[in-house]
């Protein structure tokens, strides 16, 4: 829909399963929109668990609350949202969900365009919040890799990138 030609979450997601033998793997999408193509890739996949926090209604419109299936868990968050609406609805379904599954592996779409600077969404996420969702995804699984997702303001994405390798790393 414009912003990727190839999935490269999912690609990895599959890649993973295949040469290392992984029977679960999550993803976890922070990036402000739906993942709506890994969502539809996995969606009928109970070998990949699938979680998207992300700005709706918004582009792709996709994701809403009603939108979830046994392995796919769509969290819907409204404009304005930062660190502590983020964090809440880690700790409360993201952990609870991810836990559950037991994945193996453990893939991060790091998208860093809900930091309150970026100019494509409106919420409002700072360095320090990108730093402990990445903290939090880290003691997720035994395994972790990420993918660099969006971000359009140039000047804070160094820095949001280096804060996120940060909380991948304590």
Do not use: K
Not at 25 to 51: K, P, Q
Not at 72 to 100: H, K, R
């Amino acid at each position: 829909m414009g912003f990727c030609f190839f999935n490269n979450i999912a690609i990895a997601a599959r890649a993973a399963q295949r040469a290392l033998g992984l029977e679960r793997v999550a993803i976890v999408d922070y990036d402000v929109h739906h993942g709506n193509g890994t969502d539809a890739i996995f969606r009928e996949d109970d070998s990949v668990l699938f979680v998207s926090l992300h700005q709706w209604p918004f582009y792709p419109g996709t994701g809403g609350p009603d939108d979830q299936a046994e392995t796919t868990l769509n969290i819907p968050l409204a404009a304005g949202s930062g660190d502590a609406e983020y964090l809440d609805a880690f700790e409360q379904l993201v952990e609870p969900a991810v836990a559950a599954f037991e994945p193996e592996l453990l893939l991060v779409s790091a998208g860093f365009d809900a930091h309150l600077e970026d100019p494509l969404a409106e919420m409002c996420v700072t360095a320090d919040g990108f730093r402990e969702l990445s903290r939090r995804c880290a003691a997720l699984s035994p395994r972790l890799a990420a993918v660099l997702e969006g971000g359009y303001e140039l000047d804070t994405l160094p820095g949001l990138v280096a804060a996120a390798l940060d909380g991948f790393s304590a």
